[in-house]
Structure formats: structure tokens, C-alpha cells
């Protein structure tokens, strides 16, 4: 069992930048791909970043590269994600996850952090 725990977020203006972590529990963290999905009011859960267990492969949803950067600590059994050039759009709930397999959708993974608001006024 992994438990994930949040911290970050909150208000910015456009063009800021925010930095998400999630601690996971347990000794196996160094194990396990790593994701961020984000929830806006009224739409799906959406993928936004991974990075696989191993070498550190990193993958991103389109609207993001080049502004976010998916990052780990294994030494720490953290995941980060490094939010630059904030948009109104970004505004969303964020959450981490963990998974045995990188994956870039949500049923791919079987921990849950417990999601931290990210919003950007214009």
C-alpha cells in the first residue's frame, strides 16, 4: 500500500509559476512510475505528466510542454511538477499518482494523492 500526500498549489497570475510535490510512503517508491492528471470543473480527469521508474523517461500532454517539468527524488520518495507560464486554462485540480507501468491514462495507475487546487486568474 502507497500513500500519496500533496503540497503546492494555490492562486497565481498568468505567466507565474507553482511547484506541486507528492510524498509517497513506503520503501518502493524508487519502483514505481510516477504521474500528475488535473481535473477543471466540468471536464474529465486529464493526463498531464509522467516519469518512469527506471531511467527517468519523462512524457507530457502537448498543452504543457515546454512550461512544465515532471521531476523525482528517489532519495526523498518525492515527485514533483514544476509549473512555469501558468495559464487561465491550467486552472484545475492536480493529482498525483503511482503506478508498477508509466502510463498516460488514469486507469494505468493505483495510487491517489488527494489533489490540490492550482488556479490562474488572467
Known amino acids: 500500500q502507497v500513500q500519496l500526500v500533496q503540497s503546492g498549489g494555490g492562486l497565481v497570475q498568468a505567466g507565474g509559476s507553482l511547484r506541486l510535490s507528492c510524498v509517497a510512503s513506503g520503501r518502493t517508491f524508487s519502483s514505481y512510475a510516477m504521474a500528475w492528471f488535473r481535473q477543471a470543473p466540468g471536464k474529465e480527469r486529464e493526463f498531464v505528466a509522467a516519469i518512469s521508474s527506471s531511467v527517468g523517461r519523462t512524457y507530457y500532454i502537448d498543452s504543457v510542454k515546454g512550461r512544465f517539468t515532471i521531476s523525482r527524488d528517489n532519495a526523498k520518495n518525492t515527485v514533483y511538477l514544476q509549473m512555469n507560464g501558468l495559464k487561465p486554462e491550467d486552472t484545475a485540480v492536480y493529482y498525483c499518482?503511482?503506478?508498477?507501468?508509466?502510463?498516460?491514462?488514469?486507469?494505468?495507475?493505483?495510487?491517489w494523492g488527494q489533489g490540490t487546487q492550482v488556479t490562474v486568474s488572467s
Open positions: 499518482a503511482a503506478g508498477w507501468e508509466t502510463a498516460l491514462r488514469g486507469d494505468g495507475y493505483d495510487y
